[in-house]
């Protein structure tokens, strides 16, 4: 399929089949990050299915499925805030 996929951007005369390549090549992408969502669901729901709300449960397969864009959050000032808000009681 790269082989024809180059010939045809060689060629350059047939735009509406580079298209249909070039969507061909991102469809897998696309399938493989829906698969690894329903799977981390599937994990959790197994895991923690007898205790956990449905709200919960929703929160935690978000916090799995964009793991990435939660690496990226400095947490301490979430904390302290929470902290601060939520002070010790006696």
Known sequence: AMEIFGHVREVDCYPNISIAYRILFTVPVTVASAERSFSK?????????????????????????????????DIDPIISDFASRNGPQF
């Open 41 to 73: 669901l599937k994990l959790l729901k197994n895991y923690l299915r007898s205790t956990m709300t449905q709200e919960r449960l929703n929160g935690l397969a978000t916090l799995c499925i964009e793991k990435k864009l939660l690496d990226e959050i």
